[in-house]
């Protein structure tokens, strides 16, 4: 390396001008051409700082400071905050066995549960409203936030361990470290029954275990090498159990491992053989597919296994799954129909019942088109005598046994009772829709329509000669001449039909939509003696796991993707990073206090910053090298590319999906991205403060040489620079903290004086009049 003083520029070299230092194996990230540094030269302020007692010392002192703020009045509020009404909802569920329903999956919840149970929960408290009191109710409120608040403070020393292992200093990684440790955002997600602590702890752990992994790649295949891979597999599966977006560090080690095997498989590079790659490539695959993706499975299975009892969740899931839970209504309840039974048909979205009365279609509707003028068929959601249908056969029955019973694809007529018709529907344009059919009756006597009356029971999930059954019987009814499905939707009729909801037959016969159920049986067939042996029994159902792990994924997925309600603190990703918009969590109005959701504006405009500069310096070497200069050293390139290209591409993978997205967000699901682009903010500090690095940083391994060593130099300037950072970094915190807090109260001046941008909505702000 250049003496102090002198330009860093210089000429690129060829292959043959290289040094004279050879290794048996080396890697691009790990080659050294000469010896950059004399380790003597160090500043003494240095060597004294990443000594291990002085690295004790700092993550100790920054892991105190950690707890002391996130434990700070943890019991204030004494109320439900923001989502603390799911979450601390779904633990008393497992404390009281009762199943829910959630588009999380189910670790953190787990974890919440278990915490409340050891503090003395009893589940009583459901967690209602916002605003309700834990303490009026008795609830061990403090205990339950104690665990995230544990594990948000644990992921300030794990932040300063990831920076060391990947090679930096002690200041540096204290400086990444402190951006988490003093943010406002971090701090009141920390205090708080929710996922986000949760998912970020685990997250950290799976850099920090990958990052271990990478290290040992010279000496690859050993027990120690394994372990890491594991564990990088288990905190994987961990942080994507723990909350639905966890899965983008699952994609994000992905790309990361897909990368490190296309370096593999090149022969020029490594002269590897492709047996070499193959144990490579199945190594991962174990560790880093099958470990997290059984880990992920192991937590629905105790989910599953806790939750046996009825609860709010059922209704979302299938009659063949609500069946396996005690005291469900479709188990308890759930009766076989025969023939000539009356019965009344509900719509399982919808909830309205299958409805005619004597009132007839308009002959023409408000857009022009001609109606049948045929009896009108609507749906309505009150019970009602004109809900009741009899279910009449299309073949010979039996007088008596189990021949009369109505089974999956059997083909019958429903009977309008009140009104003596048969259900029809024909090719006739529905009054809304179209492009759908419409839904009529015809007298009972006239039969020369019969073949438009006919329709097949087809039972969701069901097999050939199935009962078909009151509640969990759920089923699609198809038209036979026509194959439409019975269906309805939201929008209601005109005044002409009173309102009410419409029918119509919908030309997807799978549609997912279109499944109703018979509610109950209004009258039995006289002649019928039931057989009280096929009563269904009343000892909960089973159900093979990965029905029920796939069938709660799909439902996952689909509400997940259908949360598109607006709300008032929602914001797009575009905003996250400048912190253009915070999240109302909590209030209270006599004492004009509030917790507001905000991050630490100069942490986080740092770390955008700092992702600026890093692509800049990125795209100003790749310029240089094209013009034959080497204006950085290949050390510190490669450690800008392999280390701070790791942590950028794990800021982008959860960050980057978010704009694809359409569902409702919010700025607390960057606080993954923010924690990471902290990370980067440290490495670009590095770079701008000193031309070295430490290095080489991986381990030796049996056919690796030494090699040069160079060590970071920073300086005195480093530690002062980090001094006063936190010094301004703090002072922004306190500033905050009453947001943050939910404490003291603010008077409308003072709320106006906290909202450093007016994009921000706080609450109990006094209005601001202009003079004229």
Known sequence: MASKGKSTLRQRVGHGEASNIEYESTQDDEHVEVVYQ?????????????????????????????????????????????DEVHFGKFASHYISREYYFDVHPPLAKLLFGLAG????????????????SYTTNHVPYVGMRALPAILGSLTIPIVYAIMKESGYSTVIAAFSAAIVLFDNAHIAQSRLILLDATLIFFMSLTIYAYIKFRKLRYREFTPEWWTWLVLTGVFMGCTWGSKVNGILTVFAIGLAVLIDLWGLLDHKKEGHTMEYFWRHFMARATGLIAVPFILYLSFFYVHFSVLTQSGTGDSFMSPAFQETLAGNDMLLNSREIHYYDTVNLKHRDTKVFLHSHIERY???????????????????????TNNFWMIIPTKALPETGRGRVVRNEDIIQLLHVNTQSYLLTHDVASPTMPTNQEFTTWPKDDFTRHNDTLFQILVVGGVENEAWRTKSGQFRLVHIPTKVSLWTHPQQLEDWAFKQQEINGNKNPVERSAIWSVDEIITEADEIERDEEYRPVKKPKSMNFFRKFAEL??????????????????????????????????????????????????GWWSCAIALSIYVGILG?????????????????????????????????????????FSRQLFVHHYLPSHLISAMVAGSVLNFVLSETINYPISARGPKTKARPSQYSDIGIKGPVIFLIYCFFLFLMFVFLAPLTYGTPGLTGEQVNSKRLLSTWTLHFAAKTTEEI
Request: glycine share 8%; no cysteine; hydrophobic share 40%.
């Open 117 to 132: 149970w050891f503090v003395g929960f009893d589940g009583e408290f459901k967690f209602e409203n916002i605003g309700d």
């Open 362 to 384: 308009p002959l023409t509707y408000s857009d022009g088109r001609i109606s049948s003028q045929g009896q009108q068929v609507t749906g309505y959601g009150h019970n009602d």
């Open 553 to 602: 994924q799909l439902l996952m997925m689909q509400h997940n993707a259908g949360l598109i309600a607006s709300h008032p603190y929602a914001s797009g990703p575009i905003n996250w990073p400048f912190l253009l918009s915070g999240i109302s969590f909590w209030t209270e109005n006599d004492a004009k206090k509030q917790i507001y959701l905000i991050g630490n504006v100069i």
């Open 620 to 660: 100003a070497d790749l310029l240089a090298r094209r013009r034959g200069m080497d204006p950085i050293s290949d050390p510190v390139r490669n450690r800008l590319w392999n280390n701070t290209g790791f942590f950028l591409l794990f800021w982008g993978v959860h960050y980057i999906p978010f704009f694809l």
């Open 38 to 82: 004399n380790p003597r030269d160090r500043s003494d302020i240095e060597v004294m700082l990443d000594t291990h007692k002085a690295s004790v010392g700092v993550i100790t002192a920054l892991t105190a400071l950690a707890f002391a703020l996130r434990f700070y009045k943890i019991n204030h509020p004494d109320q439900v905050v923001f």
